[in-house]
């Protein structure tokens, strides 16, 4: 999937290598582990975000599905 993002893009190696540099540059080697770990935490909050909201959409079908049964 990386690939195909990358491809439609148009990034190469060489522009990748280059973008890889400059947020060394600007966060620094020891910020990258904790920038790295908060963009971690939001995207498992927005899993676990979207997972919930689907649970809320799916569970009133079902109940009505065993209201009919009745």
């Known amino acids: 999937m990386t690939a195909s993002i990358l491809n439609f893009l148009n ?6 290598i280059i973008i890889v540099f400059v947020i060394l540059l600007l ?4 910020k990258i582990p904790e920038l790295m770990k908060g963009i971690g935490k939001g995207v498992r909050s927005f899993k676990k975000g ?4 689907e649970d809320e959409i799916n569970k009133p079908v079902e109940e009505d ?5 009745k």
Do not use: A, V
């Not at 990034?11 to 990748?16: A, L, S």
């Not at 979207?50 to 909201?53: F, L, R, V």
């Not at 599905?65 to 049964?69: E, G, I, V, Y």
């Open 11 to 16: 990034i190469g190696t060489g522009e990748i």
């Open 27 to 30: 966060f620094g080697g020891k």
């Open 50 to 53: 979207m997972n919930e909201i």
């Open 65 to 69: 599905k065993t209201d009919n049964k």
